[in-house]
């Protein structure tokens, strides 16, 4: 059986969730080999171990930490040349995909983007043009890449041998031209990370600048907060929380939008969500149209009284 | 400074995107247009550009078909100098790859000092092709810009990503891609729009580029699309309106009988 490299994400050490769902997937295709580009791999061992790593390559990233992008590439071209592997797998955060797109091009093979499903072959699916066409596809030269969103899949439980295997990876001149010269940590909300919550509530134009219905309601259910363009660009909330074709696309099992007429920018981000309400005072508003139950209203009315009813029934 | 924007000419997003019988991507039965976040690139390579206030030019370079010179044509009514548009039927079908190759011999033929591009086409919305043009030039990639900095030879950028805000730099010739947080794009002034008719637009074909039609196309491509199937569009469920309070206590049964709660 092939191996199947996942390059690991993590922040200093703590993996993120879709890194877990790429093991899951890996598993389908082949034996998962874990691939960590860090400088200690120790709080994130046991978890990749629990998640089906049958092998996790060790990169030290001293030379690699103040590079954008072009050092990780090499690392995993030269972890492709080593293993001959049946795929390598990497989320699809903007750098994820800019790892991708070198790596394609240094290992002569074909790269697949933005993949909701990879299944035996490998074969994938990709939601597009909002999510109005499914694409099924596959690559044909080469060792496969493919970047896969969060929520492709369920992350499995499934202990692996875990096998540490250092990997000494030679860092060209070359691909230590993008300096990080400063990097500031994004702040925890103390809610799930947008595009992985299998709930979100956005906010827009509607909420007058005032999140905190949005907010309330949001943390009622657990979820994570989005916003639409017109927010952002108001400067209501930060970019990080757009949710959009310029922003995020999320695919949660609830998605609510409050005040959001829904332009083709913001379905682009959240139509393919499993379950879609919206609360809008205008009933002709476009969001209307996507969803599977609506409120005709103002949100500054109706989400702190659902809240309210939400946080009854929870006792 | 001689700046090269990239643009990409897409169909419409509020027209009916569809595929062809071969699986590629209907670029010329609907109408399209300037790539809406090519147009930040090319807002970035004029303010760049005015910075400088010195002979600077900005050269707007696409790879499509016949149609995508509309997109060349908004680019020098914005205020670019010159296009160049690669055109060349057998391109018609590439990949990703293949589309960065034919982009990068071309860059290669033009002056440049500075490459600049969009965060990601509003069709296919990869976000790679910087990235691999950065890879074939051989030059930094500064890229996903939500602001930046022109200092002598080196760009300065913030880019805010996932987990983390971050300052890049990178020393000329190299890519340069922005978002939409970089800078309202200004509108095509009327004197603009009067102006562009007059500027110098290259058309190039592959073999201007020395690449080989075994490399391009759909043919050439090293992945393929299996099949593409239109997902029935979403039906309207129920919708209230609230009075007195109705509109949450449907919306919260409505979240109960869906066990959300």
Redesign the interface.
């Known amino acids: 059986m092939s191996e199947i490299l996942v390059l690991v994400d993590h922040?200093d050490g703590a993996v993120r969730k879709p890194t877990y769902e790429l093991l899951t997937i890996a598993r389908r295709l082949g034996e998962p080999s874990a691939v960590f580009i860090g400088s200690d791999v120790s709080s994130a061992a046991d978890n990749l171990k629990a998640y089906g790593a049958e092998k996790i390559y060790v990169v030290d990233d001293a030379e690699i930490k103040d590079y954008?992008?072009?050092p990780k590439?090499e690392v995993l071209a030269q972890l492709v040349e080593k293993t001959q592997p049946g795929a390598v797998l990497i989320t699809s955060?903007?750098?994820g995909?800019?790892?991708?797109?070198?790596l394609?091009?240094?290992t002569?093979?074909?790269?697949?983007?933005?993949a909701v499903d990879v299944q035996a072959g490998p074969?994938t699916t990709q939601?597009?043009?909002?999510?109005?066409?499914?694409?099924?596809?596959?690559?044909?030269?080469?060792t496969p890449i493919i970047t896969v969103k969060p929520n492709a899949a369920t992350p499995e439980q499934t202990d692996g041998a875990g096998t540490q295997e250092e990997f000494a990876a030679t860092i060209s001149e070359?691909a230590k031209?993008?300096?990080?010269?400063?990097?500031?940590?994004?702040k925890a909300t103390g809610r799930p990370e947008l595009t992985e919550a299998a709930?979100v509530v956005s906010g827009g134009r509607g909420t007058g600048g005032n999140f905190e219905p949005v907010e309330k309601f949001a943390d009622a259910?657990g979820a994570a907060v989005g916003a639409s363009r017109a927010a952002v660009d108001s400067g209501w909330m930060p970019?990080?929380f757009q949710v959009g074709?310029?922003g995020k696309t999320v695919s949660p099992?609830?998605y609510v939008a409050n005040g959001i007429s829904g332009a083709?920018?913001h379905r682009?981000g959240m139509?393919t969500s499993k379950?879609?309400?919206a609360?809008n005072k205008d009933?002709e508003a476009p969001i209307?149209?996507?969803?599977?139950?609506?409120?005709?209203?103002?949100l500054h009315?109706?989400?702190p009284?659902?809240t309210e009813?939400?946080n009854q029934?929870?006792g | 400074m001689n700046i090269v924007v990239c643009v990409k000419y897409v169909p419409d997003a509020t027209a009916d995107r569809h595929f062809e019988a071969d699986n590629t991507v209907d670029r010329v039965g609907v109408d399209g247009l300037l790539s809406e976040l090519d147009e930040y690139a090319v807002e970035q390579s004029l303010q760049i550009k005015e910075k400088l206030g010195d002979d600077s030019e900005v050269t707007v370079l696409t790879v499509g078909p016949e149609q995508a010179t509309d997109a060349v044509r908004k680019a020098l009514q914005m205020g670019a100098d010159k296009g160049v548009h690669v055109v060349d039927d057998t391109i018609a079908g590439s990949d990703y790859l293949a589309t960065s190759l034919v982009l990068a011999e071309a860059i290669k033929k033009i002056d440049h000092d500075l490459v600049v591009c969009g965060m990601a086409s509003t069709d296919a919305s990869g976000g790679v092709v910087p990235a691999m043009l950065a890879e074939r030039l051989g030059v930094p990639q500064v890229t996903m810009a939500s602001e930046v900095e022109l200092d002598g030879q080196s760009v300065k950028i913030r880019r805010d990503g996932d987990t983390a805000t971050e300052t890049i730099e990178g020393t000329l010739p190299l890519v340069l891609s922005v978002t939409d947080q970089s800078g309202e794009a200004r509108y095509p002034s009327f004197k603009g729009i009067m102006a562009a008719k007059k500027k110098p637009v290259e058309t190039w074909s592959l073999a201007d580029l020395g690449v080989d039609a075994g490399q391009v196309g759909l043919s050439a491509a090293w992945t393929a699309v299996e099949s593409t199937e239109a997902r029935p569009p979403r039906t309207q469920g129920e919708v209230v309106t609230d009075e007195d309070g109705s509109g949450a206590k449907a919306l919260v049964e409505f979240l109960a009988s869906k066990k959300f709660i």
């Open positions: 922040v954008l992008v072009a590439a955060s903007a750098e995909k800019e790892i991708a797109a070198r394609a091009v240094k002569e093979s074909g790269v697949i983007t933005d074969v939601s597009v043009f909002a999510g109005n066409y499914t694409v099924q596809a596959k690559v044909t030269k080469g070359a031209t993008a300096k990080i010269t400063a990097s500031e940590p994004r709930i259910l970019h990080s074709q310029t099992q609830l083709i920018q682009a139509q379950t879609i309400i609360v009933e209307f149209e996507l969803v599977d139950f609506g409120v005709v209203g103002d009315a109706v989400l009284a659902a009813e939400v029934r929870k």
